[in-house]
């Protein structure tokens, strides 16, 4: 389980920081070939199973994305320890940051298995980004917070396997990455511009 952690750490920071550099279709390609391998050394009896391989990877991405909500401890036992031995106090590598990444993976990865462009992920970090609301400060960030949260719950919940009574006490970023899809996020984005908007921002 720790090399695993490991592993996800190494893939959460290429997906937010280098996923600009990287080209979808050559690490399809990569990607392809080296399922077909690992399949062929570990299940040499079994016929190649594509499908099966993306199941495999959405469960356990699935779970990672989950690990905030406290019924996985062991997974959240191997996080909390590998940010205590291994990470500097600044990188964000709590269950939520952890939760956070998973579903901008499987988000990269599904895409990429079909033959789909990272166009869309540019534009769901954007998103992210701005919600930040580094702008803002004090009160007025708290209840542009809330604003935002409610409205991506109420509008958008649907696209969450999460419940929406379990969404509204999550963190705002947390919120937006449980129901960003490739299909709502041009409604995401206006939905939060026209929130800063009205408030003169």
């Keep these: ?9 190494d893939v959460m920071m290429i997906s937010k920081y280098c996923y600009e550099d990287l080209n979808y279709k050559d690490v399809r390609e990569k990607y392809m070939a080296r399922a077909e391998m690992e399949w062929g050394d570990r299940k040499k009896n079994e016929p190649f199973s594509l499908e099966g391989i993306i199941s495999d990877v959405c ?8 690990v905030d909500d406290g ?3 062991e997974l ?3 996080i909390v320890d590998f940010k205590g031995l291994y990470l500097n106090s600044r990188i964000e590598f709590a269950p939520q940051n952890v939760a956070c990444a998973a579903l901008r993976v499987k988000m990269m990865y599904s895409l990429m298995v079909n033959g789909q462009d990272w166009d869309c992920v540019r534009s769901a970090m954007q998103i992210e980004d701005t919600l ?16 935002l949260r409610t409205a991506l719950v109420e509008g958008f919940s649907q696209y969450s396997s999460t419940p929406a009574k379990i969404l509204k006490a999550k963190g705002l970023k947390r919120v937006f990455w449980a129901v960003a899809q490739p299909d709502n996020l041009d409604e995401i984005k206006s939905m939060v511009q ?3 908007k009205a408030c003169g921002e």
């Design 1 to 9: 389980m720790d090399e695993q952690v490991k592993q996800f750490y």
């Design 59 to 66: 469960a356990q991405l699935d779970r990672y994305a989950s």
């Design 71 to 73: 019924e996985d401890a």
């Design 76 to 78: 959240k036992k191997h």
């Design 132 to 147: 930040d609301l580094s702008h803002l400060s004090g009160r007025d960030k708290g209840t542009m917070v809330k604003e």
């Design 194 to 196: 026209s929130k800063l």
